[in-house]
């Protein structure tokens, strides 16, 4: 099994990064995780309470279900991924059974903050893309697939995502093993990574 984590900040295009890795492996040999899967269990809240939470701080990740998730696939055993609602802010009632693969992808904003989570990985990377970059995919998606408007995510931008960025994200960028510049669609980077896998993939069958 190979495990690979993929970090970056916000919109540095993570998402697309992933797609195109997949694309080219069959669906029975890659599994994702996601980070947003894991936001801490909400419920208690009031949506009011809930979109005061900070989402771009390492406390908000529950993650010692992920760790105990990633602990279960190295066993060779499935899981039930927590599904994430952006839209409530909270977990939903679903999950996704999620079957160890030869390929292991997980990905989001803070997953290389934590030590124990970082020695699970066989390779690290860091997706790159400029803050403006980054600004105006996040509030294309948001206002378009999230539910917000211009004013909620400029403030919000200002007030947490730019100063957790700085403290959190940008800094884990000297655990990665690869750096992938996304300012621009980047096919090169992308095929080397699916290369290592390759070689690493027919290295273990032999
Ligand atoms: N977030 C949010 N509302 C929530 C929970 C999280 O807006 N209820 C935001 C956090 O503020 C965090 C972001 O979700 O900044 C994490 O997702 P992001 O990295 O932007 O999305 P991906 O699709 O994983 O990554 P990329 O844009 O790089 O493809």
Excluded: W
Excluded at 8 to 22: L, M, N, W, Y
Excluded at 50 to 74: C, G, M, S, T, Y
Excluded at 159 to 186: G, R, S, V, W
Excluded at 192 to 204: C, D, F, T
Aim: include cysteine; proline fraction near 4%.
């Amino acid at each position: 099994m190979l495990i690979i984590g993929i970090a970056g900040g916000t919109g540095s295009g993570k998402t697309t990064v992933v797609q195109q890795i997949v694309e080219e492996l069959p669906a029975d040999e890659v599994c994702i995780i996601s980070q947003d899967s894991y936001y801490k269990d909400t419920s208690h809240l009031s949506y009011e309470e809930r979109i005061k939470i900070n989402f771009d701080h390492p406390q908000a990740i529950d993650f010692d279900l992920l760790v105990h998730h990633l602990k279960e696939l190295k066993k060779g055993n499935p899981f039930e991924q927590p599904v994430y609602s952006f839209v409530e802010h909270n977990r939903t009632a679903e999950t996704v059974t999620t079957h160890p693969r030869k390929v292991v992808i997980v990905e989001g904003i803070l997953i290389l903050t934590h030590p124990e989570i970082r020695q699970l990985f066989d390779i690290k990377i860091f997706v790159h893309a400029d803050s403006d970059e980054r600004l105006i995919r996040r509030l294309k998606r948001d206002i378009a697939e999230r539910g917000r408007d211009l004013d909620e995510v400029l403030t919000r931008y200002q007030n947490t995502l730019k100063p957790m960025h700085l403290q959190f994200i940008e800094p884990t960028k000297e655990f990665a093993d690869i750096i992938i510049p996304t300012n621009k669609y980047n096919t090169v980077a992308v095929n080397v990574i699916r290369s290592i896998i390759n070689q690493k993939l027919s290295k273990n069958e032999s």
